[in-house]
């Protein structure tokens, strides 16, 4: 799959990882760690990079942005199986145990028809100014 790499795409990048490098920088600062001068100053030659020359970073966003759709597929699973496995199957399970049937499945052979009737209001031409 080819990732597009517009010029307002990678200054847009650019942009957001000077920014996470810098508060990255401020992190360390804040809890006394050697390495902050280094982590902003490679934030600010990533932003300046980003200003002048944004085609340079071609390489490394098209890396990133292969390992965002990895991660993006596999996020999407998990938050899938998670609700799925958490939220469903135990309501379910306590469906069943209460002998609900919330979608009316039964069948009832000594029913004519399964048709709900719907009561019959009068027309009024204000309900259908405001229908939600």
Do not use: Q
Request: charge should be positive.
């Amino acid at each position: 799959m080819e990732i597009e790499s517009s010029e307002k795409d990678l200054k847009r990048f650019s942009r957001a990882m000077a920014i996470a490098l810098g508060g990255l920088s401020i992190v360390f600062f804040l809890k006394h760690n050697t390495l902050y001068p280094a982590v902003m100053i490679f934030a600010g030659v990533w932003w300046i990079t980003g200003i002048i020359s944004s085609r340079v970073l071609v390489p490394v966003y098209r890396a990133w942005m292969a390992c965002a759709m990895v991660l993006s597929w596999i996020n999407t699973r998990v938050i899938l199986l998670i609700v799925f496995y958490l939220i469903f199957t135990p309501v379910g399970l306590v469906m069943r145990l209460l002998k609900k049937d919330l979608l009316d499945r039964k069948i009832d052979k000594k029913k004519e028809s399964y048709w709900i009737k719907k009561e019959c209001n009068a027309f009024d031409p204000v309900e259908y100014e405001r229908m939600y």
